[in-house]
Each structure stands twice: as structure tokens, then as C-alpha cells.
Nanobody, 124 residues
Framework: QLVESGGGLVQTGDSLRLSCAASGRTLSDYGVGWFRQAPGKERELIAAIAWIGGRKYYADSVKGRFTISRDNAKTTMYLQMNSLKPEDTAMYYC???????????????????WGQGTQVTVSS
């Protein structure tokens, strides 16, 4: 089970840190990622970490502003979001996938476990 927290209502330029806690499993045994879905849009992968080696992926829309990480115990993952923009407004989901790969898992269907989502709203 994955449980997100940390969403909320912020202003343009503010920062938020999302957390995703895993129960009953260690995230180091999975590739992990953060997705977001805005109303009327498809769910998109914005950041991910590969199972092997820890290689990271960022979508162009968040590169340089968002940082994905895992804690040393590998039970929690984070998404640090800086310089937030109104277009970052969406429901954010964490996910874990069991494919044993060197590259971050690129698609939603690659992920086996999902959190319930946490809303991030950025006002202008």
C-alpha cells in the first residue's frame, strides 16, 4: 500500500514536498515514480527512479524545479516541488513497479502499485 501526503493550496513560486509512504514493502525493491493528472488531461509521468542503479527521469515540464528521492530506509519516497506554477495544478500519485530494470519505468502500465493521490493547487 502506498499513501501520499503533502499536497495543498499554494501560490505561484511556492514550494511543496510530497511524501509517499509504503507499508508492507520496501521501495528499494521497485522502480518508483510520481504521476500527475489535471482535469481533462491524461495521467503523465513527471519523475521516476529506476530499480537498479537509481537512474532518474524528469519530464521537461518539471526539470530543474522538481526532485524525486527515496529515504535511506527506502520506505518513503518524496517529490520536492519548487517554483510552482499554476500549470502544476493536478492530482499527484506515487507508484511502484516490479520490473527489474536499469531505466526508470516510462509508462503507467509499468507500475503495479498506486497511492490514492494528493491534490496540489497552485494559485496565480
Amino acid at each position: 500500500q502506498l499513501v501520499e501526503s503533502g499536497g495543498g493550496l499554494v501560490q505561484t513560486g511556492d514550494s511543496l514536498r510530497l511524501s509517499c509512504a509504503a507499508s508492507g514493502r520496501t521501495l528499494s525493491d521497485y522502480g518508483v515514480g510520481w504521476f500527475r493528472q489535471a482535469p481533462g488531461k491524461e495521467r503523465e509521468l513527471i519523475a521516476a527512479i529506476a530499480w537498479i542503479g537509481g537512474r532518474k527521469y524528469y519530464a521537461d515540464s518539471v526539470k530543474g524545479r522538481f526532485t524525486i528521492s527515496r529515504d535511506n530506509a527506502k520506505t518513503t519516497m518524496y517529490l520536492q516541488m519548487n517554483s510552482l506554477k499554476p500549470e502544476d495544478t493536478a492530482m499527484y500519485y506515487c507508484a511502484a513497479g516490479s520490473k527489474y530494470t536499469l531505466v526508470p519505468l516510462p509508462k503507467a502500465e509499468d507500475y503495479d502499485y498506486w497511492g490514492q493521490g494528493t491534490q496540489v493547487t497552485v494559485s496565480s
